[in-house]
Each structure stands twice: as C-alpha cells, then as structure tokens.
C-alpha cells in the first residue's frame, strides 16, 4: 500500500467514527481499543442482532456470533440485521448477519458460530473473548453462560426483554454479584413466558440492547467507573424504571461463591 493511499484510507477511517471519538467518554484512545478487541454474542435474535449491528458500527474489531436458528418472517419486526429475503430464503441467522455485517462495516472481522452453545463447546468459543454479550432466551443458557464467564474471567452483559418489558445487569467477575447471586436458581418452568405467548416489543429489545451495547463498550476501553453496577428493570408501555441497588456478591453463591460451575459441568442441564 502507497504512502497516499494510506493516507486516504486513514482519513476515511477517522471520517466513519468521527461522531463517536469526539464524545468526551470515547476519545481516539477508546476508539483504538474498540478496534483490538473481541466480542462475543451468544445468540442472534432481537437483542443479539441490534447488538452485533452497533458493535459493526461502532469498530469493534472482532465478533463471534453465535446462534443455531434460521430467518422467520416473524423475525423481522424486531431483529434489525434481517430482512425479507433472509427469512424466504431461511438463511442462518449467524450467516445472515455475516453479509450484514460486511455491508455495514467491511473492515470488522465476524466469526460465525451456527450452534447451539453446550458445556461442551462454551468455554472455546468465548475464551478469546474481551467481554460477552447476553442475547440468549432462557434461564439455563444464561446460567450457562454465567458458569462459564466466572469461570473464565470474563465479563458479561445480562438482557432480556418481553412485552415492553426489560431487564439488564453487568458482572465483572470477582467484582460484582454474578447472575446467581441475583436468581440462585431458575424460575418454575410453568411461570415462564416467551415471545410467542407474551409478544415482544421493538422499542424493549432495542432499549436493553443498547444498554447492552454500552455496557460493553465501557468495559473494553476500560471506563469501570461508569459501569451500571445494579440490576435495571423497567417497563416501556407503563412508563416504571426501578433501579435494584447495589446487589452484592454472596459468599454462599453456588457460581462465584463456591466456584462450583454446575451448568457448566453439565449436571444442572
């Protein structure tokens, strides 16, 4: 490559994130760590797709998309990286967002992941990870994924979303309170809603993922100061935002307490 031609491709470059290096929290300095860094998105749906769209965006450097499912029509209302051929066609969701990705930001290296993640497979598909996103859609991945992310060290985002309603919490291993701390164990199986009973809102899915998003994005150049450290819940339509304060670790926890992974080896699954 030409001296010019460097030149040119550094300009356009500074030109893309402009908006973004000049917020006060970003600088140039946290726009190059964004570009060295791995991400992890475990699951390509509502809140997986809108996040895997602002990491590409933003200039994150790598990310690993992991989801196992196909296209639906039904999709398309709240998953913003597909569209109507994607879901004629049933493309995998993890390829489909692949092709979105190149459109959006050629420069973003994707890994593709079509799987269900397991015990088996968890731990080599994060572990190069600098932080984890939670696009998951229930209780046992997640404890899965919190198994794993204690484990391993890593820190992750929990979302989720249903109706108009929201919830996300971020955990710093070894720092903050882990997913069990917060629900030792999951709701009974008759209680548990889905998208298909309760319906999902567009504006919740893109509400926590951006919480999501952001969260991550503190991590990665290195702002623990401002991390959201208590459990947000809020509700879109009747307009109730609570803040749970200040949960904190457990010693007794089963996960980051005891540091016995019981999903992770399996047992809990």
């Known amino acids: 490559m030409s001296g010019s031609e460097g030149k040119k491709r550094g300009s356009k470059e500074a030109d893309r994130y402009s908006r973004q290096v000049v917020f006060r929290g970003m600088g140039q300095a946290g726009q190059e760590r964004l570009r060295g860094a791995?991400?992890?998105?475990?699951?390509?749906g509502g809140l997986?797709?809108?996040?895997?769209?602002?990491?590409?965006?933003s200039g994150v450097g790598e990310i690993i998309v992991v989801d196992r499912d196909h296209v639906e029509l039904s999709n398309l209302q709240r998953q913003v990286m597909f569209d109507e051929g994607d879901a004629a066609a049933r493309v995998p969701k993890v390829m489909a967002a692949v092709r979105a990705i190149a459109r959006v930001n050629s420069r973003v290296r994707v890994r593709p992941v079509v799987a269900d993640v397991s015990?088996?497979?968890?731990?080599?598909?994060?572990?190069e990870a600098d932080v984890v996103i939670d696009g998951t859609d229930n209780f046992e991945t997640r404890y899965?994924?919190?198994?794993?992310?204690?484990?391993?060290?890593?820190?992750?985002?929990?979302?989720?979303?249903?109706?108009?309603?929201?919830?996300?919490?971020?955990?710093?291993?070894g720092e903050t309170a882990c997913l069990r701390c917060l629900f030792p164990d999951p709701p009974p199986a008759a209680t548990v809603v889905t998208s298909e009973t309760e319906g999902v809102l567009?504006?919740?899915?893109?509400?926590?993922?951006?919480?999501?998003?952001?969260?991550?994005?503190?991590i990665l150049i290195g702002d623990k100061e401002h991390l959201n450290r208590d459990l947000l819940a809020f509700d879109l339509w009747t307009n109730h935002y609570e803040r749970i304060v200040s949960p904190t670790r457990r010693p007794d926890c089963?996960?980051?307490?005891?540091?016995?992974?019981?999903?992770l080896d399996g047992g809990a699954i």
């Open 119 to 127: 015990p088996a497979n968890i731990e080599q598909i994060i572990g």
């Open 144 to 173: 899965l994924l919190n198994d794993a992310c204690v484990k391993l060290s890593i820190p992750w985002v929990y979302g989720g979303a249903i109706g108009a309603t929201g919830m996300t919490i971020t955990v710093l291993p």
């Open 202 to 218: 567009a504006s919740i899915v893109m509400t926590v993922s951006a919480i999501q998003w952001t969260e991550a994005v503190k």
């Open 38 to 44: 791995t991400v992890a998105v475990i699951g390509c």
């Open 48 to 57: 997986g797709s809108a996040a895997v769209n602002m990491l590409a965006r």
């Open 254 to 263: 089963i996960c980051c307490g005891q540091r016995r992974f019981e999903y």
